[in-house]
């Protein structure tokens, strides 16, 4: 296990909804990143926040966006929901420069109806 | 940019057999190269990572990847496999992102099975 965690676990949403996810950070790591990962697809990265700042960004449009707080932990906000949104999101959490590995918390399975 | 290829979606071994996982990688210059493990319904695991120190990484659970640059593969195996390795293993590669790195990007996945 590692010490990333997310909330919430499931979430059901309707077509044009917003949702806010949440996700701490492994104790120490100063980067936080979230990924996407369509069923039967590999992850894809959304974005990378380092100092409560933006720091590279995937594919992906700007109803994805996201907070990163002092205490490092974050948080990925969708808005106007589309069915091609339901997905696993993953945050993941890594200490940069350091060279260390990037750990995983378990997801939150996002259903949009 | 960088990609990884997995050859390989499913792949079925008996218990006990060898288990290997293929992947290689395109990359401009030395890249850092990792195995995750997904299973169903738990989050991603970090199996090794390859970061140019040696071309033989070991990593949990009796797995290890070879790095061959003049094949750009980084495959994964295991001499023998055990029930509890049936899972989806992803092989990724780090993408440096300005000041900070981490960006990785994954493989599609290859299935692992293992029959009894």
């Known amino acids: 296990e590692t010490g990333v965690t997310q909330s919430p676990t499931h979430l059901i949403k309707t077509r044009g909804q917003q949702v806010t996810l949440r996700c701490s950070s492994q104790s120490g790591h100063n980067t936080v990143s979230w990924y996407q990962q369509a069923l039967g697809q590999g992850p894809q990265f959304i974005f990378q926040y380092y100092r409560e700042e933006e720091n590279g960004r995937g594919n992906f449009p700007p109803r994805f966006s996201g907070l990163q707080f002092p205490n490092y932990s974050s948080e990925l906000n969708v808005n106007a929901l589309e069915l091609d949104d339901s997905a696993l999101y993953l945050c993941?959490?890594?200490?940069?420069?350091?060279?260390?590995?990037?750990?995983f918390g378990p997801g939150t399975r996002l259903l949009v109806l | 940019a960088q990609s990884v290829t997995q050859l390989d979606s499913h792949v079925s071994v008996s218990e006990g057999t060898p288990v290997l996982l293929r992947c290689n990688y395109s990359?401009?210059?030395?890249?850092?190269l990792f195995w995750y493990v997904q299973h169903p319904n738990k989050g991603l695991q970090l199996l090794l990572k390859y970061t140019s120190a040696a071309t033989l990484v070991k990593g949990i659970n009796g797995f290890e990847a070879e790095f061959k640059k003049s094949e750009t593969s980084f495959h994964l195996t295991k001499p023998s496999a055990h029930m509890s390795d049936a899972a989806e293993y992803f092989c990724?590669?780090?993408?440096?992102?300005?000041?900070?790195?981490?960006?990785?990007?994954f493989g599609t996945g290859t299935l692992l099975a293992v029959q009894p």
């Open positions: 990724v590669v780090s993408e440096g992102y300005g000041g900070a790195t981490n960006k990785l990007i």
């Open positions: 993941a959490s890594s200490l940069v420069a350091s060279g260390g590995p990037t750990y």
């Open positions: 990359s401009s210059y030395s890249p850092s």
